[in-house]
């Protein structure tokens, strides 16, 4: 074997007007890490770990497969979007959420706030954040080191929801992501930010700029000097480095497909005519997505950025929270009724059916995004095969504020670590015992606890 070979590390960059933009994983390259094998071996690729929220728990009934055989069979409606890859899926059922008492009056301050933590709030500290490190930071503070940046944290809404729960504090409602037990981490809701974070597009002390557009100019200036590379590429990776490319182009034009919609929509409302549009007229608004827009293609930009993220080694750790607890409407499902409100049904039948509609919705957009994994090679397998990418919600029903069966899904086989194809239905652990597996199966030592978690759920391993 030739160990001379060009090699490049997994900060190869492809460079230009200021901007770099992070690869894929090219076996041609020598692509390497910290662990680079003896003999000129590449190394496996790392695994990667990432986390979707939705709020208020699901249907029951539509959720949960009907038996072991069942499960890939006859998915429930819940999952059929996840009917292709179920063989790459694990489901359990009998996950515990951590009992909130004394905070029984804030059901939805704990739910998200718990989901990540295993852990409850400081009883004595509310109107200020004192929680603990949540799960993704974990992982973070032990791989951040080695990706340009450590975590990626991303929410379809803005993180500010004004409520009081319990007297706690706000900031319960919209965070899953913990820094320390008093520093929430911000989530990021503005797709173009996202991408020039992932561009390395820095501005005056190598700060990450905030750019309306992306400079069309930087782009083709950078994907050019692709071609430079490609001529060096073995066959397979030529064709590697072409669908990832064309990836980065089909994000960049979903996004100023968004961007066009909004600046549209703010102009008519202003009573100006886009084609007619001069100097004088107002600026482009700051673009944020609306709630009577798609809601579907806003998510799925988002998960684009996640796999890009995951794809190029830009980060390991990923959050996307989907939704926060109330005010959130789905029109685009043909109803302008509130999550919250709606689950609430009482067993009424034309609400239970919108909260079935609304979980159902959610999950196909996780769907999307690791199905968009399992077609993408990487190393001997896919990306999805070297990621742990887990869905859930922080109640397991909307309508009782029950937490004895939380809803989970988990994709991807961690690298070899999980045993997939399966559905569960009778495990025996809670909230912190789950995050505890999983950072076990990312490969990160844990030297304590994870909130109440006592073990690790053994049967998910492979």
């Known amino acids: 074997m030739n160990t001379n070979r060009s090699r490049v590390d997994r900060r190869t960059l492809l460079k230009g007007a200021g901007v770099s ?6 076996e041609s390259l020598g692509w390497k890490s910290p662990s680079w094998a003896a003999g000129g071996s590449v190394a496996k690729p790392p695994v990667r770990l990432g986390f979707m929220y939705m709020p208020h728990g699901v249907i029951m009934d539509e959720f949960w497969p009907k038996s072991p055989e069942a499960y890939r069979d006859s998915p429930p409606p819940a999952i059929e979007s996840l009917h292709p890859i179920l063989d790459q899926c694990l489901m359990m059922k009998g996950i515990s959420g951590v009992p909130i008492a004394p905070f029984n009056g804030a059901p939805h301050a704990l739910e998200l706030s718990t989901w990540l933590t295993a852990t409850l709030p400081d009883a004595d500290t509310r109107s200020r954040v004192n929680i603990a490190i949540s799960a993704d930071q974990i992982m973070a503070n032990y791989v951040g080191a080695q990706t340009l940046l450590p975590s990626l944290e991303l929410a379809t809404m803005p993180q500010t929801w004004k409520e009081n729960q319990a007297g706690l504090h706000e900031a319960y409602y919209s965070h899953c992501s913990y820094r320390s037990p008093t520093q929430p981490v911000p989530a990021e809701i503005d797709p173009r930010n996202v991408l020039n974070r992932l561009f390395g597009k820095k501005g005056q002390a ?7 557009t992306l400079d069309r100019q930087m782009l083709d200036r950078v994907l050019g000097g692709a071609r430079d590379l490609r001529r060096t590429l073995a066959p397979t990776d030529r064709q590697k480095l072409d669908e990832y490319l064309d990836s980065v182009r089909a994000v960049e034009r979903r996004i100023v497909a968004i961007e066009h919609r909004q600046q549209e929509a703010a102009l008519e409302k202003a009573g100006v005519r886009s084609a007619k549009r001069h100097a004088s007229d107002s600026p482009p608004i700051e673009v944020k997505i609306p709630e009577g827009d798609k809601r579907s293609e806003y998510m799925q930009v988002m998960c684009d950025l996640t796999v890009l993220a995951f794809q190029t080694d830009t980060t390991r750790v990923s959050t996307y929270i989907g939704s926060t607890p109330n005010g959130v ?19 009424r039948k034309e609400m239970v059916r919108k909260v079935a509609a609304i979980t159902k919705f959610n999950i196909d957009q996780f769907a999307y995004m690791v199905k968009k994994m399992a077609s993408l090679r990487e190393g001997d397998g896919t990306l999805l095969d070297n990621c742990i990418m887990m869905w859930g919600s922080g109640l397991e029903d909307g309508n009782r504020h029950s937490r004895e069966n939380l809803p989970f899904i988990v994709a991807g086989k961690g ?8 559905f569960l239905p009778d495990v025996k652990g809670n909230q912190g015992d789950l995050l505890k597996t999983l950072l076990a199966c990312a490969g990160v030592p844990l030297d304590r606890p994870i909130g109440i978690a006592t073990k690790q ?5 492979a």
């Open 329 to 347: 409407s789905y029109p685009e499902l043909g109803f302008t009724d509130k999550h919250h409100s709606q689950t609430h049904h009482e067993n």
């Open 206 to 212: 190598s700060r990450v700029t905030k750019a309306n």
């Open 21 to 26: 933009l992070a690869l894929p994983l090219m």
């Open 415 to 422: 690298g070899g670590s999980i045993k997939t194809g399966r």
């Open 457 to 461: 759920i053994t049967e998910i391993m």
